[in-house]
């Protein structure tokens, strides 16, 4: 069984009185424990596609499952479950809640999941420890680095063990040796928990990172190489 | 629990925005407690001035002497009747009264009057007639075949302190009663109907000429505390000495009084529901921003799996925070500023002097009551949950793919 399973996917816009096809018949499919790249000029679909295999948006044509789960039919409060529990999201910035520590940020996951008090504490820590932010639990978003902010989105997103994590533009907001290294700890979290991770970028060194590069042009994939 | 911890620190994100929130909140609350205090306070202020000047709270008549009075229906005997109402707890005193309609004439003038008996001893604990007087003196056992005259009649008749007054009226049994009587006091009530018309004699003096023989019209009770007026009248309709008797209280008695106190409570409520509509819109565009400017804020708790409606409910702890907090600064204060002035009242200004010739004080005192506690703040309460329930069930609507994307 795929974790992801998108197949003949459109979605179309009404930008005013013009419609615009953000995508045409997209089909992907993705493995369980891949860490995939979609790459693409900017208004090629990329954003899109991930908020729909999110169940995030509706797609105007075709189907789109996460293991095994259709997504059609399912309601809004069913897809916020289904995200709980298998899919995890970092988006490019301001992806924290502002109210809340680091630790406070990963912990409301697992207390969302039903999780005790004393194993939620234990393990949002191991997990901050995780992706290197020991220390820093007590830090609300604001006292955080953009880095760091993006890292604890990254255990948040591992904390709830989810199958899948998608990632939209997840270094955008970094500089090079700040996102190398954040790529870099989402690499380990894909080997070492085998969580499949599909992120856009438009960023080179993330490109080559990736086990596999899906590249897309104006609401298509035009090239899915596996390295 | 994290829930509750998220709804209390997102208060506190806008602290000032909050705070000027819950402040109206908190004033509105204040003032309702406040004016509905003062409210039920002046009615019972109104209700005693006005039950102590005429009609006492109760009354113990024949039947259907209220609705049609006639010489004839009487209460037959009135000792039975006052010793009834004295043993009933809450009885303040009682008194009896005899009244029916006559000719008075003075020298060269003659009016229609309503001429009533009374026994000063026990009149003066009920009513305050007594502290009317402006010239002269109040009746006194002593002093036989005297009668106390309103002043306006005193004007019309053209009649002084010492001078005669005529009567001529119909006995109980239908013959002719006349005497002369004299002048011995004048008295003004401030209520021109009873000063034109009223004049008081002895109730023995009343007894004889009429041909009572001992029954009187009305057996007229004050009590301690208005609100247990109800009560008391359903104990002493028990009273086997009351048998075949009809209870009116000041309601029944004065109805004009009642439906005074109803206007002016619709249009006390009126203003408080207008006062309540301003903050709540005044309100609901804190509550609105706070929806607004934390879309995107949605979208991401969304993505990472809250449910819309516990957002719903998030949004809901907010403000139900903000609305308890002012609530209950609002009552507290408001709860103190009443009590305060019902200890010390309030001066009605020049109204005072005026009322206080009448023997009606001239301070008003709030009245601090669970009604008027709590009837204002919980309006509110509700008021503001819908309030905030508007814009927080937009949340369910959102896309949370769409609600990224707003800044
Ligand atoms: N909410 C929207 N309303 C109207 N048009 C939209 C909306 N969201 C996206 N689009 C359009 O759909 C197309 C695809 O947008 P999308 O955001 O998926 O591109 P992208 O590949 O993520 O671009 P970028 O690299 O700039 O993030 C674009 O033409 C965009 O203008
Ligand atoms: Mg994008």
Not at chain 2, 242 to 258: H, I, N, Q, R, T
Not at chain 2, 324 to 351: D, E, K, R
Not at chain 2, 360 to 384: A, D, E, H, K, Q
Request: hydrophobic share 45%; aromatic share 6%; proline share 3%.
């Amino acid at each position: 069984m795929n974790a992801v399973s998108a197949s003949n996917v459109s979605k179309i816009y009404m930008q005013g009185d013009v419609k615009v096809t953000a995508l045409n018949k997209v089909s992907l499919e993705v493995a369980p424990g891949e860490f995939v790249a979609l790459a693409g000029p900017s208004g090629s679909g990329k954003t899109t596609l991930l908020n729909l295999i999110g169940g995030l948006d509706e797609p105007d044509g075709g189907k789109i499952s996460v293991n095994g789960k259709d997504f059609a039919n399912m309601s809004s409060g069913d897809l916020a479950e289904l995200r709980l529990s298998q899919i995890g999201f970092v988006f490019q910035s301001y992806n924290l809640i502002p109210v809340f520590t680091a630790e406070e940020n990963v912990e409301y996951i697992l207390q969302l999941q039903g999780e005790g008090k004393a194993e939620r504490k234990k393990k949002a820590r191991a997990m901050l420890d995780d992706v290197g932010l020991e220390g820093k639990y007590d830090r609300k978003p604001a006292q955080l680095s953009g880095g760091q902010q993006q890292r604890v989105a990254v255990a948040r997103a591992l904390v709830s063990n989810p199958t899948l994590i998608l990632a939209d533009e997840p270094t955008a907001n970094l500089d090079s040796v700040t996102g190398e290294s954040l790529l870099r700890t989402m690499r380990e979290m894909n080997q070492k928990h085998g969580v499949t991770f599909i992120f856009s970028t438009h960023d080179s060194m993330v490109m080559n990172a990736a086990k596999r590069l899906v590249s897309m042009k104006d609401g298509a994939i035009v090239d899915d190489k596996v390295k | 629990m994290g829930d509750l911890k998220l709804a209390w620190r997102n208060i506190w994100r806008h602290t000032r925005r909050s705070i000027l929130t819950m402040m109206a909140i908190g004033f509105a609350s204040l003032l309702l407690v406040f004016m509905l205090s003062f409210q039920f306070g002046s009615y019972e202020g109104m209700i005693d001035a006005s039950v102590r000047l005429s009609t006492g709270h109760l009354q113990v008549q024949a039947q259907g002497y209220h609705d049609k009075p006639e010489m004839r229906k009487v209460v037959k005997n009135p000792r039975k009747v006052m010793d009834a109402l004295s043993r009933t707890p809450g009885v303040e005193a009682c008194t009896a009264r005899c009244q029916t309609f006559v000719l008075a004439s003075s020298e060269d003038r003659t009016r229609g009057v309503m001429i009533m008996g009374v026994d000063p001893e026990t009149e003066s604990r009920v009513l305050k007639t007594s502290s009317l007087i402006r010239q002269g003196e109040y009746l006194s056992s002593d002093d036989p075949n005297t009668v106390i005259i309103g002043a306006l009649l005193a004007e019309r008749l053209k009649i002084g302190l010492g001078e005669e007054l005529t009567i001529l009226g119909q006995a109980r049994d239908g013959s002719i009663a006349a005497t002369v009587m004299t002048v011995r006091g004048i008295f003004k009530s401030g209520i021109d109907e009873v000063d034109r018309s009223t004049v008081q004699m002895l109730l023995t003096d009343f007894d004889q000429l009429f041909g009572m023989d001992g029954a009187v019209h009305a057996v007229v009770a004050v009590v301690h505390k208005l609100t247990e007026v109800g009560e008391i009248k359903n104990t002493v309709m028990q009273d086997d000495a009351l048998k075949g008797l009809a209870v009116l209280d000041w309601m029944e008695l004065s109805p004009g009084l009642k439906q005074s106190i109803q206007m002016d409570l619709v249009s006390g409520i009126i203003m408080y529901v207008i006062l309540i509509i301003v903050v709540a819109f005044s309100i609901m565009n804190t509550f609105l921003m706070a929806v607004f400017e934390r879309t995107r804020e949605f979208g991401v708790m969304m993505a990472i799996g809250v449910k819309p409606l516990r957002l719903v409910k998030i949004i809901l702890m907010e403000s139900m925070f903000m609305t308890g907090l002012g609530l209950l600064f609002g009552m507290i204060l408001g709860a103190l500023l009443t009590q305060y002035f019902a200890g010390a009242g309030i001066s009605m200004g020049g109204a005072a002097d005026l009322m206080a010739q009448y023997g009606i004080s001239g301070r008003m005192y709030p009245r601090l009551s669970l009604i008027t506690l709590f009837s204002g703040p919980i309006l509110i309460g509700v008021v503001t949950f819908f309030t905030a329930l508007l814009p927080a069930l937009r949340i369910p609507r959102l896309k949370p793919a769409n609600a990224m994307k707003a800044v």
